[in-house]
């Protein structure tokens, strides 16, 4: 199956800062969402972003599917940022159409 | 709108006891399904993956089990549970293919005692 690795794996932050958060696959993909865990165990979408650029806010993502990875921004974090940011894909092999396969995540810590 | 309803957000049960999670989904048809665990650490595992009613896939052979006899409620089940079973349990739905975007429930965080 396709596979996905993401980076750093923790990340501590001075409030104010920016970052970037790194997303390497391993094949070629339909679909790539980038989603925020929240303290209470919730995923949040942030970007539904197979290729192209999108910003919301003081996020942004960028794909570039020919090269297989994606970069999720954060800029002027805040701790409401901290958690764990997760990259996920579907392939479009036989054995990882419709599956959605996720990275290990980013740990991602705001200090005040 | 769509949404997807996971429950019951917590759950304690004992060795051995049976286990069955439920998921359902509004506002949308013939929706992909997705059960996820994520043991203690951060890693999601694809547990099931369903296309349609009674078409289920298993991705990781272990002790759990899943159904969907309808179409927008998948379910995960279990005879007995192991200590290994603890986790948090998430479902997911997607439009149908490839390209489409999925989106989570709230969770059911299981502890086998």
């Known amino acids: 199956g396709i596979q996905v690795e993401q980076s750093p794996p923790d990340l501590i932050l001075q409030e104010g800062a920016n970052s970037t958060l790194r997303c390497n696959f391993s094949?070629?993909?339909?679909?790539l969402q980038w989603f925020h865990q929240n303290p209470w165990g919730q995923l949040i979408n942030l970007f539904y972003i197979p290729s192209g650029t999108k910003q919301n806010g003081r996020l942004s993502a960028t794909t570039v599917a020919t090269e297989r990875y994606s970069l999720l921004y954060i800029s002027s974090s805040q701790t409401t940022d901290s958690g764990v940011y997760f990259c996920?894909?579907?392939?479009?092999?036989?054995?990882?159409?419709?599956?959605?396969?996720f990275g290990a995540g980013t740990q991602v810590v705001v200090t005040p | 709108s769509q949404t997807i309803h996971q429950w019951p957000a917590t759950l304690v049960q004992p060795v051995g006891s049976p286990l069955s999670l439920e998921c359902t989904v509004e506002?949308?048809?013939?929706?992909?399904l997705y059960w996820y665990r994520q043991a203690a650490g951060r890693g999601l595992q694809l547990l099931f993956y369903?296309?349609?009613?009674?078409?289920i896939s298993s991705e990781v052979p272990q002790n759990l089990s899943a159904s969907r006899p309808q179409d927008r409620q998948f379910i995960l089940s279990s005879k007995k549970l192991l200590l290994s079973d603890s986790g948090f349990y998430l479902c997911?739905?997607?439009?149908?293919?490839?390209?489409?975007?999925?989106?989570f429930g709230q969770g059911t965080r299981l502890t086998v005692v």
């Open positions: 094949d070629s993909v339909n679909n």
């Open positions: 996920a894909v579907k392939g479009v092999t036989t054995d990882s159409w419709g599956k959605l396969q």
């Open positions: 369903s296309v349609g009613i009674g078409q």
């Open positions: 997911a739905w997607s439009g149908w293919g490839g390209r489409a975007e999925a989106f």
């Open positions: 506002g949308t048809s013939n929706p992909n």
